[in-house]
T-cell receptor
Framework: AQKVTQAQTEISVVEKEDVTLDCVYETRDTTYYLFWYKQPPSGELVFLIRRNSFDEQNEISGRYSWNFQKSTSSFNFTITASQVVDSAVYFCALSEAAYNDYKLSFGAGTTVTVRA | DTGVSQDPRHKITKRGQNVTFRCDPISEHNRLYWYRQTLGQGPEFLTYFQNEAQLEKSRLLSDRFSAERPKGSFSTLEIQRTEQGDSAMYLC????????????????FGAGTRLSVL
């Protein structure tokens, strides 16, 4: 079963618009970690954020912000005032602590295109 | 700290040939993971090492695939008798896991090796 669902396949915005990426996850584990990674055209996955299941505080880092809601099993990501350099594929991922392997289960990704 | 390095970046091979990829993790990281990513999909877990021990292999890893991490440093992923279905991006990631404390357990990825099997 798919553990991480990113329903939006592609989002296209004009520069300076805000864009929100949805992520819904599924797990029976009580201790887990949620991640967002960015994959620019160069191919390397760039780590953006990690949240653990016990910390539901929202977080802001510059133009990026994340909204974690356990009640709806969602971990959404917003880019404020988007820029062309934000164009990339963004992946949400889940890591479950139960077996100590901490392998990542990724969603299918959302391609963000920011037009000048 | 030079990050995770993967070599080669691109590999084109003919069906039936063997290929080997290399991954150099971040030096102090004890865990090393391999993932495979096909077009339009997120990466899928293949296998991981804790130091030199290979602790888990996905069902995606057929008998034609083998991975090693001698001395707990760099790792190699070999695919024997390649098939067209093996065409994908192979990603390596490393992390530091210290006992039950997972404060450092963030996986950092290399740029990947893109394999094309003709």
């Amino acid at each position: 079963a798919q553990k991480v669902t990113q329903a939006q396949t592609e989002i296209s915005v004009v520069e300076k618009e805000d864009v929100t990426l949805d992520c819904v996850y599924e797990t029976r584990d009580t201790t887990y970690y949620l991640f967002w990674y960015k994959q620019p055209p160069s191919g390397e996955l760039v780590f953006l954020i990690r949240r653990n299941s016990f910390d539901e505080q929202n977080e802001i880092s510059g133009r990026y912000s994340w909204n974690f809601q356990k009640s709806t099993s969602s971990f959404n990501f917003t880019i404020t005032a988007s820029q062309v350099v934000d164009s990339a594929v963004y992946f949400c991922a889940l890591s479950e602590a139960a077996y100590n392997d901490y392998k990542l289960s990724f969603g299918a990704g959302t391609t963000v295109t920011v037009r000048a | 700290d030079t990050g995770v390095s993967q070599d080669p970046r691109h590999k084109i091979t003919k069906r039936g040939q063997n290929v080997t990829f290399r991954c150099d993790p971040i030096s102090e990281h004890n865990r090393l993971y391999w993932y495979r990513q096909t077009l339009g999909q997120g990466p899928e877990f293949l296998t991981y090492f804790q130091n030199e021990a290979q602790l888990e292999k996905s069902r995606l890893l057929s008998d034609r695939f083998s991975a090693e991490r001698p001395k707990g440093s760099f790792s190699t992923l070999e695919i024997q008798r390649t098939e067209q279905g093996d065409s994908a991006m192979y990603l390596c990631a490393s992390s530091l896991v210290a006992g039950r404390r997972v404060s450092e357990n963030i996986q950092y990825f290399g740029a990947g090796t893109r394999l094309s099997v003709l």
